[in-house]
Nanobody
Framework: QVQLVESGGGLVQAGDSLRLSCAAS????????MGWFRQTLGEEREFVAA????????FHGDSVRGRFAICRDDAKNTVYQQMNRLKVEDTAVYYC???????????????????WGQGTQVTVSS
């Protein structure tokens, strides 16, 4: 079982930047494909970004592409999400997700992931 702990959320103004972190434990990090999702009240959890277990392939959702960047540091068992030029509509609870795999693909489907963090709130004010 993988344990995931997110951090780095907060209250910022539109145009600011934030970096989210997600520390993983319980399984070899190099076997984990990782992803970030976000959710607002009453809405479904939305895909934000994914990175494969090798760290050499990433994919970002349309709404964040060019502003957000996912990366991983296997020495620290941590995946990051750098969020730049934040918008009010980026306000959400952000969740880190993991799935253990032997393949090198990234994953964008919510139901592919088997482990989830508790979430961290990001609020962007105008």
């Amino acid at each position: 079982q993988v344990q995931l702990v997110e951090s780095g959320g907060g209250l910022v103004q539109a145009g600011d930047s934030l970096r989210l972190s997600c520390a993983a434990s319980g399984r070899p990090f190099s076997r984990l494909a990782m992803g970030w999702f976000r959710q607002t009240l009453g809405e479904e959890r939305e895909f934000v970004a994914a990175i494969n277990r090798l760290g050499d392939t990433t994919f970002h959702g349309d709404s964040v592409r060019g502003r957000f960047a996912i990366c991983r540091d296997d020495a620290k068992n941590t995946v990051y999400q750098q969020m730049n030029r934040l918008k009010v509509e980026d306000t959400a609870v952000y969740y880190c997700a993991a799935v253990e795999t032997t393949f090198t693909a990234y994953h964008i489907r919510r139901d592919t992931y088997t482990s989830w963090g508790q979430g961290t709130q990001v609020t962007v004010s105008s």
